[in-house]
């Protein structure tokens, strides 16, 4: 069955540094979202991306953040400068987006990038 | 997106049905009631889903009430492996923008032998 895969599982970095983390959606998906979950917390919206633009963002994705679809695979999540409060898992996740099954389809997620920010 | 009421944890003996509640009084007609669980701190699982009819598949059923305003998740042979944070979110149709899911705390699911 095909899955959402994200790369690195883990990363560190330290405050200030800008961290890349990379996810390979599902191939016939057109819908991309990222994720975030504080340890012991809900898992938050971050963003939403369609058709090379962002279709909506929550309050906590600000100018630090930023993502790209650089080629016809990845899908990219950007933190210029990393914080403390930074340090959370990261879910990918895409969705289907053609025809009548688009209105309806579940969004599938990746097993996720844990970020420590030290 | 209407908001959802779970009860915060359950529990289950192994191999005997988990019935897990939801209550979205609020939902609107164009909104889907999905599931979903989450073991450790793995990615999110997509379940099940539904409009008003009731859903089957491999994993799960999902029984709607006739006024939407509730459903049940009801996994029929619950194993040790079941054991997960279970979502149920309302999220709107898929206009042909991209439709996020906000997750809730959900309920936690112990199965026990």
């Known amino acids: 069955e095909p899955e959402v895969t994200q790369t690195p599982s883990h990363q560190v970095t330290q405050m200030g540094q800008e961290v890349i983390l990379r996810c390979v959606p599902i191939?016939?998906?057109?819908?991309f979202y990222w994720y975030r979950q504080i340890l012991g917390q809900k898992v938050e919206f971050l963003v939403s991306?369609?058709?090379?633009?962002?279709?909506?963002k929550s309050e906590i994705f600000d100018d630090q953040f930023s993502v790209e679809r650089p080629d016809g695979s990845n899908f990219t999540l950007k933190i210029r400068s990393t914080k403390l409060e930074d340090s959370a898992m990261y879910f990918c996740?895409?969705?289907?987006?053609?025809?009548?099954?688009?209105?309806?389809?579940?969004?599938?997620f990746g097993n996720g990038t844990r970020l420590t920010v030290t | 997106d209407a908001k959802t009421t779970q009860p915060p944890s359950m529990d289950c003996a192994e191999g005997r049905a988990a019935n897990l509640p939801c209550n979205h009084s609020?939902?609107?007609?164009?909104?889907?009631v999905y599931w979903y669980r989450q073991i450790h701190s793995q990615g999110p699982q997509y379940i099940i889903h539904?409009?008003?009819n009731n859903e089957t598949n491999e994993m799960a059923s999902l029984i709607i009430t006739e006024d939407r305003k509730s459903s049940t998740l009801i996994l029929p042979h619950a194993t040790l492996r079941d054991t997960a944070v279970y979502y149920c979110?309302?999220?709107?149709?898929?206009?042909?923008?991209?439709?996020?899911?906000?997750f809730g705390t959900g309920t936690r699911l112990q199965v026990t032998l």
């Open positions: 996740a895409s969705s289907e987006g053609t025809g009548f099954r688009s209105y309806n389809s579940p969004l599938h």
């Open positions: 191939s016939n998906h057109l819908y």
């Open positions: 991306f369609y058709n090379n633009e962002i279709s909506e």
């Open positions: 609020t939902i609107s007609g164009n909104e889907y």
């Open positions: 539904g409009l008003k």
């Open positions: 979110i309302v999220r709107v149709a898929n206009t042909g923008t991209a439709s996020k899911l906000t």
